[in-house]
């Protein structure tokens, strides 16, 4: 299986940053082909909603670094969302590069994937991932893909809070089990 990681936090020694190394591991070791992006680190613009891609097969207004992930996004069977949870969201970084998805939601549509989501957030309360999941179960269905799994982190304000804790060990074994969710 072929898996494309997205993550979305401008800290790339955090907490998401470990969970997703975590999930990395799981997936490759399972023996699934992995590429990963740092989204904070990209050169992506945010969709402006001109349509030009809508005339124009797809091809967006913007010639960035999303010209990198795209082969990747239409060859991959999984889809994983990292993110740190800002203010009950995704970060702004991984809003973007999603947001760009726009320009090929035609095919994407067409396409079955598995999306995945690990988050990590301060809070101590589950309820603070709501409008997160909302959004991705949204995403899953427009694009008609499937949920296929995700790690909340909770009450981890920095790395030390996921190493060698019970979120650890489940993106981990998310990894390990893309086949069977």
Not at 81 to 93: H, K, N, W
Request: net charge negative.
């Amino acid at each position: 299986m072929k898996v494309l990681v997205l993550c979305g936090s401008p800290h790339v020694q955090g907490t998401t940053a470990f969970l997703a190394d975590e999930f990395c591991q799981g997936a490759k070791e399972a023996g699934h082909e992995v590429i990963r992006f740092e989204t904070a680190m990209l050169n992506i613009h945010p969709c402006i909603g001109c349509s030009h891609c809508r005339k124009n097969d797809g091809n967006c207004v913007y010639n960035d670094d999303m010209r990198q992930i795209y082969p990747h996004l239409f060859a991959s069977d999984a889809i994983v969302f990292v993110t740190p949870l800002y203010y009950f969201g995704m970060t702004a970084q991984l809003k973007i590069a999603l947001d760009r998805f726009y320009a090929i939601s035609p095919v994407l549509r067409k396409m079955p994937k598995r999306v995945l989501l690990i988050a990590a957030g301060a809070a101590k309360d589950v309820e603070v991932m709501d409008a997160l999941k909302a959004h991705m179960g949204a995403i899953c269905h427009y694009l008609h893909w499937q949920q296929a799994g995700m790690v909340l982190a909770l009450d981890t304000n920095s790395r030390e809070d996921v190493e060698n804790s019970e979120y650890q060990i489940a993106a981990k074994n998310l990894g390990r089990e893309l086949l069977s969710n």
